[in-house]
């Protein structure tokens, strides 16, 4: 059986047109499916409009959760619920093209991979300044973490029952998918695509969002910022000795004729931005342990139907 994990928000609009998309790709594939829908708290008719497709076929599931708790918490409890032997997920809004299921389940049904993921050759049709933000993440994201994230990867892909255990094995509160599908290893073979414009609705995402989610995936994979402080520190450390080492001989040749005001300035306000920034990453990583500790579940189900 095929699992076809779809995390929807406010989808409304979106649901009447993804389904018979899916359904033209989804019958090529000679295995049993389920799509299971998973509402994330949406306000509007989502979830009536995904029963309204299940009156026509059994195999719709709408996992509903209590409120809106992020597309990582959809996503999750999707591949919870997944009984499939392969597992996709997929955005809704038909952005992730259902034309390349059949060669994604091809490509892992086949051939010796264990997972087939997309990526976007493109960025048309999305903010330039956006663009250019996510690839100078990537490019950073890419110099900092052990694995490797493709620019331009999306979450769509297929993944073999055993990846699918391993993803869920990993039970951290702060979910990265884009890190951690590539941290569980196992072959993967990306696909590319030309980039598609929503098919109806709007994104979910701002840049204060896309910020936010940046910082989780540094955070999440990385402990290198913390090393700032102990590189910052040492610089100015060294700096600080041999200014004093400056001032101490100039007062003993020259003399010193007061003044030095403005230099005094302009080194508290360094080194207080540097104590604030670094103290700023330590509550990074002290914040995140702290919600880790709780153990919280990462969604709460308010009916599966
Ligand atoms: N989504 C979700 N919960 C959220 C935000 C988004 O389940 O809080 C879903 C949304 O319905 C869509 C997918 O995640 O199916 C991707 O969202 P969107 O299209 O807004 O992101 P983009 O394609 O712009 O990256
Ligand atoms: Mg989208």
Redesign the pocket.
């Known amino acids: 059986m095929i699992s076809i994990v ?6 409304e609009e ?1 649901i009447p047109f993804f389904y018979p998309e899916l359904k033209k790709y989804l019958d090529e594939i000679p295995e049993t499916y389920e799509i299971l829908f ?1 509402d ?2 949406s306000k509007d008719r989502t979830v009536k409009e995904a029963l309204k497709l299940k009156k026509n076929d059994e195999n719709i599931k709408v996992i509903s959760f209590s409120r ?4 990582e ?2 996503m999750l409890a999707g591949f919870r619920e997944a009984k499939g032997d392969y597992v996709v997920v ?4 038909l ?1 992730d093209p259902p034309r390349l299921l059949p060669e994604l389940y091809r490509t892992v049904k086949e051939e010796d991979y264990d997972s087939a993921a997309t990526y976007r050759v493109t960025r048309a049709g999305e903010p330039k300044i956006r663009s250019f933000f996510a690839r100078m993440f990537y490019k950073i994201i890419n110099k900092m973490i052990e694995v490797e994230i493709v620019d331009g990867a999306r ?1 769509y892909r297929i993944m073999s029952r055993r990846m699918v255990d391993a993803v869920l094995s990993l039970s951290e509160y702060y979910r990265f998918s884009k890190g951690i599908f590539p941290w569980v290893g196992f072959k993967t073979k990306y696909i590319e695509y030309e980039n598609v414009e ?1 098919v109806a ?5 701002n840049f204060w969002k896309l910020f936010k989610y940046a910082i989780d995936g540094i955070v999440g994979f990385t402990t290198a910022p913390l090393r700032v402080a102990t590189v910052l520190g040492t610089m100015v450390s060294i700096f600080g000795f041999l200014y004093m080492l400056y001032i101490v001989i100039k007062a003993m040749t020259v003399g010193d004729p007061v003044a030095g005001y403005p230099s005094l300035i302009a080194i508290l306000c360094l080194l207080g931005g540097i104590q604030l920034l670094v103290l700023g990453i330590m509550g990074e990583y002290l914040g995140r342990t702290y919600m880790e500790t709780k153990c919280r579940p990462n969604y709460v189900i308010k009916e599966i139907l």
């Open positions: 779809v995390p929807c928000y406010n989808e979106a998973v994330d708290g809106n708790f992020g597309k918490a959809g997929m955005d809704v809004d952005q979450d929503r609705g709007e994104t979910k995402w």
